[in-house]
């Protein structure tokens, strides 16, 4: 198995460095279905990153309880330090999502922003079969990705942006994963259902809730 990438030069630039090219744009994906969590008890944040939706979410709904993921050490003391005194309430994991084995057996919030496209398609279904297995009945997913819509904006905007963005990963975290995973084929193959969607800059940006489909 490759080395996960190596975020930790990130760390403390990452927000900065968000603003600079994206704007508010990936924080109001991230946000898109904040509400439908407020009632949500216990959350599995995978590629957690420096923890600001995590520490959102913690903020707006008192009772969750948070496993946080992620391969970077950096991230994690940041996401510490943006959860503040909330922290209490998050158990971290420096850990590789693709071999990290849940700690509840019933979750009923994954939430994996801008992570997935770290990862293969065939990872993302081995993480997504695994997680399948310890998610309540009435949970929800919450996935916010990069895409490249059809149609001229997806050829010559989106896909342009996305390359960009991998050979910058490659260079600054070593992230060899170079093309964005079909993680819909392979969520529906370990078991979800999209229940909703949404779009933000033509289709550059999607945020989407997933449920479980009955087994
Ligand atoms: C692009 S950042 C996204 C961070 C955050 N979720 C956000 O919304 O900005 C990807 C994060 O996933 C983490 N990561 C990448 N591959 C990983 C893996 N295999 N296991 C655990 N964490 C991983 C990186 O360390 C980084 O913090």
Not at 181 to 200: C, S, V
Not at 203 to 215: D, F, K, M, N
Request: hydrophobic share 45%; charged share 25%; proline share 5%.
């Amino acid at each position: 198995m490759r080395h996960p990438p190596n975020f930790n030069g990130l760390a403390r630039i990452y927000r900065v460095l968000e603003m600079a090219t994206f704007g508010p744009w990936l924080w109001r994906c991230r946000c898109a279905f904040l509400d439908e969590l407020r009632t949500r008890r216990s959350a599995a944040v995978l590629g957690d990153g420096d923890g600001r939706f995590t520490a959102r979410l913690l903020e707006e709904n008192p009772l969750v309880l948070v496993d946080a993921v992620d391969a970077s050490v950096e991230m994690l003391r940041a996401l510490v330090q943006n959860a503040g005194h909330r922290s209490g309430r998050v158990r971290i994991h420096l850990a590789d999502a693709r071999e990290w084995k849940p700690h509840s057996p019933a979750y009923d919030l994954i939430v994996t922003h801008f992570f997935l496209d770290c990862l293969t398609t065939a990872e993302v279904t081995a993480l997504a079969r695994r997680l399948r297995e310890n998610v309540t009945p009435k949970a929800v997913w919450a996935v916010s990705e990069f895409a490249i819509p059809e149609g001229w904006f997806g050829w010559l905007v989106a896909r342009p942006v996305v390359q960009a963005l991998y050979l910058a990963f490659l260079v600054l975290t070593g992230l060899r994963v170079q093309r964005l995973p079909d993680y819909r084929t392979a969520l529906e193959a370990a078991g979800f259902e999209r229940a909703r969607k949404q779009e933000a800059l033509g289709g550059l940006l999607v945020s989407e809730l997933w449920t479980p489909r009955a087994h």
